[in-house]
């Protein structure tokens, strides 16, 4: 079955970078792109861009291209999502999603999500 | 950047009732871009419906979506008591965005 198993949660220094892991399973790797959405406490949701396993290419959202870098590594089927200097307005749970670029981009599986918390 | 705008913020509805859903597009979008989740406290957002009106596998047929242009909705024909949650819609045009939720509470 489709898994995607993401690393623990993080507390972390303004100004810190933190690492996010995603382990997939289940699925042909390289057929699906892999979003990432972030959540502020009591907050909706935001995307924050997707990679494809596929070619490695990459689409950020504007407000965080400075900031955001994902990767992968295709012997581990593992998708990584790096944020650097961190503040406050970071905290939040950070979501991984299975995604088909090609069409709509829906995400019809998603990680269990990881908490960041950015705090002095 | 396309905006969505979900209405009702909160829609309180009794269990049996129909609950319409509303989401708004800043601009015109594809209906093949139009996109529910449903999202319980605690959990991971869960795909619904995609493509406009596609219900994804195990989604019960009570939940459609519907709607072009720039007008978009979830109906929920009977409410059973799991549906209270929050849902939101989602768009793509090459950069995703997702509309602010709607609220479904008991009433």
């Known amino acids: 079955q489709v898994q995607l198993v993401q690393s623990g949660a993080e507390v972390k220094k303004p100004g810190a970078s933190v690492k996010v892991s995603c382990k997939t399973s289940?699925?042909?790797?390289?057929?699906?792109?892999i979003a990432w959405v972030r959540q502020a406490p009591g907050q909706g949701l935001e995307w924050m861009g997707w990679?494809?396993?596929?070619?490695?290419?990459?689409n950020y959202a504007q407000k965080l291209q400075d900031r955001v870098t994902m990767t992968i590594d295709t012997p581990t089927t593992t998708v990584y999502m790096e944020l650097k200097s961190l503040g406050s307005d970071d905290t939040a749970v950070y979501y991984c999603?299975?995604?088909?670029?090609?069409?709509?981009?829906?995400?019809?599986?998603w990680g269990q999500g990881t908490l960041v918390t950015v705090s002095s | 950047e396309i905006v969505l705008t979900q209405s009702p913020g909160t829609l309180s509805v009794s269990p049996g009732e129909r609950a319409t859903l509303s989401c708004r597009a800043s601009?015109?979008?594809?209906?093949?871009?139009s996109v529910w989740y449903q999202q319980k406290a605690g959990q991971s957002p869960r795909l619904l419906i995609y493509?406009?009106?596609i219900r994804a596998p195990g989604i019960p047929d009570r939940f459609s979506g519907s709607g072009s242009g720039t007008d978009f909705s979830l109906t929920i024909s009977r409410l059973e008591p799991e549906d209270f949650a929050v849902y939101y819609c989602?768009?793509?045009?090459?950069?995703?965005?997702f509309g602010g939720g709607t609220k479904v509470e008991i009433k």
């Open positions: 999603a299975r995604v088909l670029i090609s069409v709509g981009c829906e995400a019809d599986y």
């Open positions: 289940g699925y042909t790797f390289s057929s699906y792109g």
């Open positions: 990679i494809s396993p596929y070619n490695g290419n990459t």
């Open positions: 601009q015109s979008v594809s209906p093949t871009y």
């Open positions: 493509g406009g009106s």
């Open positions: 989602q768009q793509y045009d090459g950069s995703l965005t």
